[in-house]
């Protein structure tokens, strides 16, 4: 198969944990007689360190022109303290997720097998959690209309769905569930939104479309807390923007790191891979960024073209590094020598010969 | 010291669990030779089963005569199942905190030595976390305008604040903060919300006068992972009321369980002290709620008019109950036959006779 892949590698640790993905995604371009080319656009704070803005047009083009995207982290401390800068890294992103549509956000939380005692949950409380959150990506809070009055004293942000935006992701949530332990849980907050109603309402009357889903209704607040003390109840959680980004940085303790999980951002046109970590500035440049979501997140595009085997395989090589604790800092206990490098290193020789890897 | 308490049981569990806080405020007005009176007060699910409507007028002013209002629970599963009712049970909950203007809510989390393997988390993650959340109230979405469209496909929330909303919660934090550990950490999503930059804002002008507590911002996505993996960081958490709702439910997950988080809601003229928790309608009528958020709550009522020693001896109370086990089942692991109103016996008892008080 023949893709072009446009990599945004954007700021703090995105460029070195990319840069494994890249790695390992011409592994498997060998491995499997596959043409992978790869093109580059800046995006967030280094793109405004060197065009002025966090989107600039050519990036735009790039990920147009691309089957998916791979996209590392935004962000920058600089621009997180002064609340008054006008031009942030943050516009970088959502708007690739606005211009591309990339309406769904999946995000899969699984409790490895070797990982969980690295949890601050107890072991027998996340055990054989696999949960797939689906978060609308191109609405709510996000983009509604945002206000400062003149003096500078009150400030808005409007939440809205539209019942198209909520249904294309609600069917989307719905199939995924059919294909895995059939339950999905729509989590909102309908005691007190307007939206969050409109959301229930329209999940409500798409549930007869798939007799075999059971579906149940949760409140955020409510959720916050089942996700941390049964997290073996869900199956498919649906949710809006705000509450997804929440639900699904929070589900990361259940793994044991953020390092380590993966996502997909898919619309109709246009498919983006991201690792749910943000751009850790500080851990910048040290080689102790966990290069695993982004590896992971590669993983996602495969599985978005139908390359199964080739998904499976880099699955099994994480696995295996896990296993052998070949894990940046984050992760290990055993080791304090395992660069973000050294990691994406060890995944490249398993996937070059499965058989053979071991730690050396 | 003459008190009048308005009480309001509210849905579910909540009167149950109010009868056994009303007790216990009873047995510390013998004990102390207080006059604390009751009045009664229908709000809720209840209230509409009996009024039509979630907050009567007489209710209200029952609330608006009384030195502090007892708040149980609202709720009710049949409003929640259905997104299309106009009157729901939390019209009553909301109009109350907006009525009597209680604009910060303040919920402490602490972990308590003797329920430390009740927790989800690891038992040295969560030792010696003492967190006081302030949870701004009675703005924000809840507050701000909703909208459904005529054909019923559009709906939205407006999330709106005030400098004046911000800077009086904020003084009360950074007071607290400097009665405590100094720490104060804003939670927001100012990265992507306007709201939240004028909160950021805020709170970076008020710090000056505040130089002895140490200020950090953090977005709420991230928060919410902090929160489970690095609990002690946090002294008091300042943060808007949609998140303070979600961080508040989720570090219950700290202390064991929901059924002992307790909360005070302060306004300018009045006070309200009410359970974290909901009405659980299922549990109801069974004899299993816990009462101690409730009974926490009335210490945190006693606290609000400087009675130490007596809200001193509440909890020493519950600390005794929950050493011996006089817990209900969501606690107990050693007896199954502890009730709700058992708890509240064993409580009043030991204020009755704090030396002398057994198990018996
Ligand atoms: C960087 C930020 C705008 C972003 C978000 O809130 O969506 C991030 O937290 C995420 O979850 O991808
Ligand atoms: C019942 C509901 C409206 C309420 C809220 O969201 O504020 C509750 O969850 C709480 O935290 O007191």
Chains 1, 2 share one sequence.
């Not at 401390?77 to 800068?85: A, E, L, Q, S």
Request: glycine letters at 6%; charged letters at 25%; one cysteine or more.
């Amino acid at each position: 198969m023949k893709l072009n892949i446009a990599v945004l590698p954007g700021d703090g640790i995105g460029p070195e944990v990319t840069a494994q993905a890249v790695k390992v995604l011409k592994a498997i371009a060998m491995e499997f007689n596959h043409v992978f080319t790869f093109d580059y656009g800046l995006v967030g704070a280094s793109a405004i360190d060197k065009t002025g803005i966090p989107l600039p047009e050519a990036t735009i083009s790039t990920c147009e022109k691309a089957d998916a995207v791979l996209f590392g982290a935004i962000g920058n401390t600089k621009y997180d303290i002064d609340p008054n800068t006008k031009i942030r890294p943050e516009q970088g992103l959502l708007g690739l997720r606005k211009t591309l549509d990339l309406y769904t956000n999946i995000r899969p939380v699984i409790a490895y097998e070797d990982l969980l005692n690295k949890s601050s949950l107890k072991k027998s409380q996340i055990k054989d959690t696999n949960i797939l959150i689906y978060r609308e990506l191109t609405s709510g809070i996000y983009f509604g209309e945002k206000k400062l009055s003149e003096d500078g004293n009150t400030a808005s942000d409007i939440c809205q769905y539209t019942r198209h935006e909520i249904e294309r992701i609600a069917h989307l949530a719905f199939q995924a569930a059919q294909s895995r332990k059939r339950k999905l849980t729509l989590v909102d907050k309908a005691n007190v939104l307007e939206s969050s109603r409109l959301w229930r309402r329209i999940v409500q009357e798409l549930a007869p479309q798939y007799p075999d889903v059971k579906v149940t209704y949760m409140y955020i607040d409510n959720a916050a807390m089942e996700l941390i003390i049964k997290p073996r109840q869900f199956d498919v959680i649906l949710t809006e923007n705000m509450f997804g980004d929440i639900l699904s940085e929070e589900a990361s303790v259940i793994v044991g790191s953020i390092g380590l999980l993966a996502s997909a951002s898919i619309g109709k046109d246009h498919a983006m891979f991201e690792p749910i970590h943000g751009a850790y500035t500080k851990a910048a440049n040290k080689g102790i960024a966990n290069p695993i979501a982004s590896i992971l997140s590669a993983a996602m595009l495969l599985d978005h073209f139908g390359l199964d085997d080739e998904a499976a395989l880099i699955r099994e090589a994480v696995d295996k590094s896990l296993k052998l604790h070949i894990t940046t800092p984050d992760l290990n206990t055993k080791y304090d020598n395992i660069t973000t490098t050294k990691v994406g290193d060890f995944i490249e020789d398993f996937i070059n010969n499965p058989d053979e890897t071991n730690l050396n």
